[in-house]
């Protein structure tokens, strides 16, 4: 068969599979309209395949106490969070190591590290924590790295039918990086929420500061973890500068230059 031929045909199947079952709808906390690959249900039975995973290759902290500290702060936050179509569960995961760390899967999964709790003062910084979890939940950002990284799929595999090798290990790299890594923008909407359910919650969004804070410290100290749920640390001040703004309700003169300095 024609290469040309075979090429256009692979092409075509792959963005018909890419785009097969997309669904759009308005995401009332981002205030946008949004293109996914997965509607609800499915994204909860993805959410559940993987938390399976998690639990039996992670060891699950079953303490009492801190289990209902954790998960009575998880429903005070789930109960002003934009979403609530999700049943959503915490657990604590109980790490030899010395870890700040931190994810949530889709469908609302919250998984935090014992060290990580140990390491807040109060309520208030743990409620920092879930809210970022939750506003990750809240506004997909996992399942658009998926998304993106099975457009990168298909782009890899398009690559290597016309040959180029380097081009398809390239795109790779990167289906990698979008799959493993939360984006800078990502970091700053979950931040954003997660004051914003601190607020209505009943909590001091001012602890949102305090907590990465925590984390910039503990980074600084520890130097780069590429496994680490907080790789995204060389944000943290300019993270730290808009949770502060929004806590405050307007920009101070500190924030501002942390803003620019960052942008640049």
């Known amino acids: 068969m024609n290469k040309r031929l075979l090429r256009s045909r692979w092409s075509l199947a792959m963005t018909l599979f890419f785009f097969t079952g997309c669904t759009t709808e308005y995401n009332t906390a981002l205030h946008r309209q949004e293109t996914l690959l997965y509607d609800d249900e499915k994204e909860k039975n ?11 290759t992670m ?16 429903k005070k936050m789930v109960a002003v969070c934009d979403r609530q179509d999700l049943v959503y569960t915490i657990r604590v995961i109980d790490d030899d190591k010395d870890v700040m760390n931190a994810f949530s899967l889709p469908g609302g999964y919250v998984y935090i590290d014992k060290g990580l709790i140990d390491k807040m003062d109060n309520d208030d910084q743990l409620a920092a924590v879930i809210g970022h979890e939750v506003g990750h939940v809240v506004a997909k950002h996992a399942l658009k790295r998926l998304q993106g990284a099975y457009g990168a799929t298909i782009l890899e595999g398009a690559a290597m039918a016309s040959g180029s090798g380097a081009l398809a290990a390239g795109i790779g790299l990167t289906a990698s990086s979008i799959f493993f890594q939360n984006s800078r923008e990502d970091e700053f909407e979950a931040d954003s929420l997660g004051v914003k359910y601190m607020k209505l919650a009943g909590y001091d969004p001012h602890q949102m500061k305090v907590m990465l804070s925590k984390v910039l410290q503990y980074q600084m100290k520890q130097g780069p973890q590429p496994m680490s749920y907080w790789r995204t640390h060389p944000y943290i001040p300019q993270r730290i500068a808009r949770v502060d703004a929004q806590a405050n309700g307007k920009n101070q003169f500190q924030d501002y230059l942390n803003l620019t300095g960052e942008d640049k």
Request: no cysteine; aromatic share 0%; glycine share 4%.
């Open 46 to 56: 993805l959410g559940a395949s993987v938390a399976l995973s998690v639990e039996k």
């Open 59 to 74: 060891k699950i902290d079953t303490e009492v106490d801190i289990n209902e500290r954790a998960e009575k702060i998880l």
